[in-house]
């Protein structure tokens, strides 16, 4: 299979057609290679318009919700980013393309270290994993100026929009754990909240202190 045609089809016909407009994200989604971040035997499905199976009950997202989520962050290249949920790290990938610093939270161990794996082969060296708890954050290295979770929340976590920068932008699909609206949150400047609803989706849940609670 030719990966870099099956890719450039992937961001004319799922990307590009669907509205998304921002040129360095349509750029990153044409340089990233998402078959790097599945298993080899699903390497031939990587760029099909649809969620993918990475284990521990997983998924690497749909290639325009990437997109989507990631414009809604508005990024120019200079910020700090959390990332809840690593997953595969394709996530990661295309957010270390567009920005300066990239902290990403994975509860599931397997998943972190083969994350970390991929991002290395790539060269992406500005992306920290760590192992815990995604709905706590990461206090430690915040503020941030853009959050991302991929995963399905009951509610916004308090916690991170603590830890979002004023001005800084939070995406993160919230609703049930069968389907979801994809929210903005952005923080003004006397430190209230703007709240956007974007679109309908569907995510694998949150787990965790302030998401659904922890994995029985």
């Not at 750029?27 to 699903?42: I, Q, W």
């Not at 919700?65 to 295309?94: D, P």
């Not at 270390?96 to 290395?120: F, G, N």
């Not at 815990?132 to 991302?148: L, Q």
Request: a negative charge.
């Amino acid at each position: 299979m030719n990966f870099d045609i099956a890719r450039k089809r992937m961001v004319e016909t799922q990307i590009v057609s669907r509205g998304v407009k921002d040129r360095r994200l349509i750029e990153a989604m044409l340089k990233v290679p998402r078959h790097v971040f599945v298993e080899e035997a699903m390497a031939a499905q990587a760029y099909s318009d649809t969620p993918l199976p990475i284990g521990e009950k997983q998924t690497i997202s749909q290639p325009y919700m990437v997109a989507l989520m990631t414009e809604l962050l508005e990024l120019s290249g200079r910020e700090k980013v959390l990332e809840i949920g690593t997953g595969s790290g394709y996530q990661a990938a295309i957010l270390a393309t567009l920005a300066d610093r990239v902290y990403t939270v994975e509860r599931i161990r397997p998943l972190a270290l083969k994350a970390r794996r991929a991002l290395d082969l790539l060269g992406l060296l500005n992306v920290n994993i760590k192992i815990s708890d995604g709905t706590i954050g990461w206090e430690e290295e915040a503020p941030f100026d853009a959050i991302i979770v991929t995963a399905g929340a009951p509610d916004v976590p308090d916690k991170l929009v603590e830890q979002l920068a004023i001005g800084g932008r939070l995406v993160i699909p919230v609703g049930n754990q069968f389907e979801q609206i994809l929210v903005r949150i952005t923080k003004q400047e006397d430190g209230s909240l703007d709240r956007e609803n974007v679109t309908g989706c569907r995510f694998v849940k949150l787990v965790g202190k302030y998401g659904w609670g922890t994995e029985e």
